[in-house]
């Protein structure tokens, strides 16, 4: 297979940065070379080191001044929420009954589902998000059109069948046996297919009886190394309930460590309202708090403490997420400019080199996948994101002030979207400029 050799500025990250002067948590190299060979890539370095190591029949694309980073992952979105997205509700309990249930419900067709899966991988692609971590629908047909797409365009998904069997319309509800079958069935089926990964889906507490969280351990038990997925304090008033349905829990996080649910490979959406009990028993757990900024502030949710919850004598391992269809854009980088100011307003800072590294290799550590996704180490996959800061007349011109890095890459997240991502790459192939390219 020829092998392709990419130019261009490059920016990775060795581990979470503590501060703006922090140059050795990551390489930058301004002339930089790529060289990729069947998905993977095999080196990375100056730009004139790796021309004269390339074969003579690699491919060479340029793409300078642009910047090269790993490709942003997405750790909590619901793929039938596509056209739940910018639906007026007072909350999320409202928002959910109105509108999320009855979309929900056209999942069971097939057509339906199947259509609704490309437009979302080109949403993600579009955006330069590469890996996502994914709700499916309560039926086992939408996350068998979720895995066959994602393994059609050859991408790093981790995904699962929603299991509840409370709490919601007659349509979207399974049985507690039923989702440990059906369940069982999706990981036989579809993890380690390709590029797939299935997670074990409880809704959320709301939504699935203890004979339902009980299938959930059955099932955590049976498959230990697969992501956990579910809510937790997201709404006051969500919390309520809960735990209203759950008496003999001390708190919402109980009740998931009672069906044993918590652990390294747990992603909890939200986690907005936790007490220090919940946040203690997160970081023993080594569990992960999915902070998703557009979609708290969308609902009204409340603001994500995630300095404090960092910072703490037991700190909570943090991702961040989109949470389409709560959250209002499928773009990483308006994410992190959402996530930015709901930490100015609780007087804290979040500088733009813990964004992206937040985006790329720490998602990567929370999803316990940086081995493969999340930097540009040799023999990393290579899924690719390329970044144009000018992409706009507002942004170009602000780009002629522009003089470190830094100050480059926060432009992109305040005023970044769609059009600064020049090109994404799965498994080393463009894919955002073959968009509309595809059979269909």
């Known amino acids: 297979m020829t092998m392709t050799l990419l130019r261009g500025r490059l920016l990775s990250f060795k581990r979470a940065p503590e501060s703006l002067s922090d140059t050795a948590s ?34 060479e694309i340029d793409h300078r001044p642009h910047l090269i980073l ?44 199947e259509r609704i899966a490309k437009h979302f991988f080109d949403e993600l692609i579009r955006h330069g998000t590469t890996t996502a971590v994914a709700y499916c629908s309560v039926h086992k047909a939408s996350a068998d059109a979720f895995f066959a797409e994602s393994l059609r365009r050859n991408l790093c998904m981790v995904a699962g069948k929603v299991m509840m069997d409370r709490n919601a319309p007659q349509g979207l509800l399974d049985t507690p046996q039923m989702g440990y079958d059906e369940t069982r069935q999706i990981i036989a089926e579809w993890h380690g297919k390709g590029r797939n990964h299935v997670a074990i889906t409880p809704r959320f507490a709301i939504t ?27 709404n006051t008033d969500e919390i309520d309930y809960t735990c209203s349905l759950y008496p003999e829990a001390i708190d919402y996080t109980d009740i998931y460590a009672r069906y ?43 603001l994500f403490p995630m300095k404090k919850l960092m910072r703490r004598e037991k700190p909570v391992r943090i991702a961040v997420a989109t949470d389409i269809g709560g959250g209002s854009s ?21 500088n733009p080199l813990e964004s992206f590294y937040l985006m790329t290799r720490g998602n990567a550590e929370a999803l316990a996948l940086d081995a493969r996704i999340g930097t540009l180490a040799p023999g990393s996959d290579a899924d690719l994101v390329v970044l144009d800061a000018a992409a706009t007349p507002a942004m170009a011109l602000k780009m002629e002030v522009v003089k470190t890095l830094a ?28 968009l509309g390219k595809q059979e269909r």
């Open 407 to 434: 100050e480059e890459l926060f432009l992109l997240q305040t005023m970044g979207d769609d059009r600064a991502i020049a090109e994404t790459y799965v498994a080393g192939k463009a894919a955002k400029s073959m």
């Open 208 to 234: 699935s009886t203890p004979a339902q969280m009980e299938a959930a351990q059955a099932l955590a038990r049976e498959f230990p190394d697969l992501h956990i997925q579910t809510h937790l304090s997201e």
């Open 260 to 302: 044993g649910l918590l652990g390294r490979k747990t992603l909890l959406g939200h986690a907005i309202h936790l007490s220090e009990r919940e946040a203690d028993a997160l970081s023993d757990a080594g569990s992960v708090a999915v902070h998703c900024p557009t979609s708290n502030l969308f609902l009204g949710s409340g």
């Open 26 to 59: 990551y390489a930058y190299i301004e002339d930089g070379g790529l060289l990729i060979d069947d998905g993977k890539i095999v080196a990375t370095g100056d730009y004139t080191d790796l021309k004269a190591a390339a074969p003579a029949d690699a491919i």
């Open 70 to 113: 790993p490709g942003f992952i997405d750790t909590h979105l619901h793929f039938p929420q596509m056209q739940v997205i910018g639906s007026y509700a007072a909350n999320l309990l409202e928002w959910l009954n109105t509108y999320t249930f009855p979309e929900e419900c056209r999942f069971v067709e097939s057509a339906h589902t």
């Open 330 to 350: 499928y773009s990483m980088l308006r994410t992190m400019d959402e996530a930015y100011k709901i930490q100015q307003l609780q007087g804290e800072r979040l």
